[in-house]
């Protein structure tokens, strides 16, 4: 009999708790994640619901929903499946919207001293949805083990979602264009946060949306970040807007400083659509030195916010829009402090006109901007209600893309990157900006 015959063989013997008094056992917790992590890999995409409602209700959950936003970011839409519950909910008058909208867990009280948990699923920092289910009794242990169980559901539709529709028609609350549907294939996804910066954008009308997109990349202490609205409407200017997401991620990944960028970039719009443009905004923020760098080729000056209020515009020598050929691109610098947003947006947005023929203009812009910056919102929230205030002050009159992306800087990197706290450090601090009691954990 060989020498640990005898030994448990539920105990790992090479693996070692790397916290003090942590257990190196499998805990309940490890079972449940570890199981579905198990089961997940070879399970079909319509199964994932009803495999997640399963797992939760094997130990003492049930009603499971799992709701999911729609493209245009009013709705919440429900999951369907065997064991899943729910039905479509507003996000702005909804605890599940609460969850979705605060980024935090948010708790109802029931009858008997049971508690529905509503928990926002992130896939890192882009909102996929929220998870919801009841229990007979909650501590903190339980709502560790929750807030990781939506972490991981997140995951598993994200990456389902690479080859399959299934997802995308739960979120499709309305008749998508093809020239929307193109684009949305194309963009990254729609919200970006870690310790140093924050992004989010918002493309409107959601659902018919033609010419307008934006893309971008963290490398290394660099946010690469790139707007552009393709001359035109509907598919012929949705295959534009492709094609220079094209070229921006390959100018870009070559190593291309940015008047290199602009040069590839417009080159190649010439080639490809003769007599077409394409007016952009080309940037890079150090987050090490809060040094932003940009070129604009057409586009509205981005508006820059400190503390709640429109401090002015990033303003400068415009460059010719991509596509002319052969212009010199002029770069500008700014230097943001912490906490500094720069509002980056299309045409559409202040050139609607109104009933009368008068412009929406920039000064209602500022004035919704600031609206909705000063209530210390998250920047994917402060984007949603932006989009949406926009949308209902020009009343619903979308006759060109009207498109926005939002950029914080946080502040340089911080020396303790992999501390093993950092996350509950942050968390405690996105809980103290939220709205309500301070917690950002309602009941």
Avoid: C
Avoid at 390 to 406: E, H, K, P, V
């Amino acid at each position: 009999m060989p020498a640990d015959a005898t030994m448990d063989a539920s105990e790992p013997i090479g693996f070692r708790s790397g916290v003090v008094r942590q257990p190196t056992a499998e805990s309940m917790g490890e079972a449940l994640l570890g199981s579905l992590l198990d089961r997940a890999h070879l399970i079909p995409p319509r199964l994932v619901g009803p495999l997640v409602a399963q797992e939760i209700e094997a130990i003492g959950g049930s009603d499971v929903a799992i709701h999911l936003q729609d493209y245009d970011q009013v709705h919440l839409q429900p999951l369907q499946g065997e064991g899943l519950v729910g039905g479509r909910v507003l996000i702005d008058s909804s605890l599940a919207g609460r969850a979705f909208t605060t980024d935090t867990p948010v708790e109802e009280d029931l009858a008997g001293g049971a508690v529905r948990m509503y928990l926002p699923m992130l896939d890192g920092s882009d909102r996929i949805g929220v998870l919801s289910l009841r229990l007979p009794a909650v501590n903190d242990a339980d709502r560790r083990l929750a807030r990781r169980l939506a972490g991981l559901v997140a995951d598993l539709i994200v990456t389902k979602s690479g080859y399959t529709d299934t997802f995308a028609r739960f979120r499709t609350a309305q008749p998508m264009s093809l020239a929307a549907h193109l684009l949305r294939r194309a963009l990254p996804p729609l919200t970006m946060t870690n310790p140093d910066v924050e992004l989010a954008g918002i493309l409107e009308p959601a659902y018919q949306v033609g010419g307008d997109s934006f893309d971008y990349a963290m490398n290394e202490h660099v946010l690469h970040f790139g707007m552009f609205d393709a001359m035109g409407h509907g598919l012929e200017a949705a295959t534009m807007a492709t094609v220079v997401i094209a070229a921006y991620r390959h100018g870009r990944l070559s190593g291309a400083g940015l008047p290199e960028l602009y040069a590839s970039m417009d080159r190649i719009v010439a080639e490809t659509f003769p007599g077409r443009f394409t007016t952009a905004q080309i940037g890079e923020l150090d987050i090490e030195r809060g040094e932003l760098t940009w070129i604009n080729a057409g586009h509205p000056a981005p508006l820059w916010v400190r503390n709640g209020r429109v401090i002015g515009e990033l303003t400068g020598t415009t460059t010719r829009p991509i596509g002319f050929g052969g212009a010199r691109a002029q770069v500008m610098a700014a230097h943001l402090q912490p906490g500094d947003r720069v509002l980056v947006f299309t045409d559409g947005v202040v050139e609607e006109r109104l009933e009368g023929g008068e412009q929406f203009g920039e000064a209602r812009l500022r004035h919704i901007l600031e609206r909705t910056s000063g209530d210390r919102l998250p920047v994917a929230e402060s984007v949603r209600r932006l989009s949406h205030a926009l949308m209902a002050a020009r009343y619903g009159r979308t006759s060109d893309d009207a498109s926005l992306l939002l950029i914080e800087y946080k502040g340089p990197p911080r020396d303790d990157e992999l501390a093993v706290n950092l996350v509950e450090t942050l968390r405690a601090g996105w809980r103290g900006s939220v709205p309500g009691d301070g917690t950002g954990e309602g009941r």
